[in-house]
């Protein structure tokens, strides 16, 4: 089973700022990784596909880059919408993995 | 509007079972590859089944054997039958539909369903 490592836990940030996430995979998983993000309450929303392709209506703020073990999501300027846990997921590998998540808080 | 509607969650006993569904609308749901993916409650995202257009089926280590994914086209549904249901299972399930050509990221979402297993 591929382990998906995000990096850091938690994130504090302000509105404006430009947040750079980490997710490291134990192999390579090629360009095979996704990143969503998910509000309290609310079911994840898929974000970046293919290590750097947004998916539909999301803002160009959102920049997925990385293959092989190291991955990273840049969300440049950050909007008050943003803060949320967001989470990576290969489909290099059955079975599918996720990361554990990071946390992006307000400071 | 594409959208998914899970049913069928609920309280249950240890050993118990349970059977979820997910009714898809607004796009040919029998193109598309489909997932469950659960979730304890403050804790993170685990994959638990895929059903693809075929009906070829694929599952976690931790539920083979006791779940079993299902679709019927005719009824834009894929349901997920949990058997021997333990602690470990309660979680809010969600269903999920494919990327098209079976990218298999999870593109559309349903709202989820509750599942908590105990005396």
């Known amino acids: 089973e591929i382990v998906l490592t995000q990096s850091p836990a938690t994130l504090s940030l302000s509105p404006g700022d430009r947040a750079t996430l980490s997710c490291r995979a134990s192999?390579?998983?090629?360009?095979?990784l996704a990143w969503y993000q998910q509000k309290p309450g609310q079911a994840p929303r898929l974000l970046i596909y293919?290590?750097?392709n947004r998916a539909t209506g999301i803002p160009t703020r959102f920049t997925g880059s990385g293959s092989g073990t190291d991955f990273t999501l840049t969300i440049n300027t950050l909007e008050p919408e943003d803060f949320a846990t967001y989470y990576c997921?290969?489909?290099?590998?059955?079975?599918?993995?996720f990361g554990q998540g990071t946390r992006l808080e307000v400071k | 509007e594409v959208q998914l509607v899970e049913s069928g969650g609920g309280l249950v006993q240890p050993g118990g079972a349970l059977r979820l569904a997910c009714v898809a609308s607004g796009f040919t749901f029998s193109s598309y590859d489909m997932h469950w993916v659960r979730q304890v409650p403050g804790k993170g995202l685990e994959w638990v089944s895929t059903v693809d257009s075929s009906g070829k089926t694929f599952y976690a280590a931790s539920v083979k054997g006791r779940f079993t994914i299902s679709r019927e086209n005719g009824k834009k549904s894929f349901y997920l039958q949990m058997n021997s249901l333990r602690a470990g299972d309660t979680a809010v399930y969600y269903c999920a539909r494919d990327q098209p050509l079976s990218a298999i990221y999870f593109d559309v979402w349903g709202q989820g369903t509750m599942v908590a297993v105990t005396s």
């Open positions: 997921q290969q489909r290099s590998h059955w079975p599918l993995t």
């Open positions: 192999q390579s998983v090629s360009s095979y």
């Open positions: 293919d290590a750097s």
